[in-house]
């Protein structure tokens, strides 16, 4: 579908669709990366993205990563150091705390 714009837009109806075409877009981004995901896990799709978003900061793009607190329990900040490293940002939002539950 066209906005009149000159871009385009694809429905992408699950991870199987939508996480290699977000891939591609980060490998091809030249200005800046915002991720924001609830869910993000250390496993090879995540090692991907986290070494696409490295690459990318490389590049000289400007990388900012929000994720879920609750949804990346488990995630050790030293995943992040590939990014952070380079001057990429990654918070977190909805911190675990006991007094939340």
């Not at 091809?28 to 490295?54: K, M, N, Q, W």
């Not at 990318?56 to 609750?70: E, I, K, N, P």
């Not at 990346?72 to 150091?81: H, N």
């Amino acid at each position: 579908m066209a906005d009149g714009l000159g871009s385009s837009r694809v429905w992408l109806r699950n991870g199987s669709e939508a996480f290699p075409a977000m891939l591609t877009a980060i490998n091809e981004a030249r200005h800046s990366v915002c991720l924001e995901t609830y869910i993000f896990s250390p496993d090879d799709l995540g090692r991907r993205f986290r070494d696409g978003l490295a690459s990318a900061q490389r590049r000289g793009v400007r990388v900012r990563v929000l994720v879920d607190a609750v949804g990346s329990y488990g995630l050790s900040p030293s995943f992040w150091l590939p990014i952070t490293d380079l001057g990429g940002e990654v918070r977190s939002f909805n911190p675990v705390a006991l007094n939340r539950f």
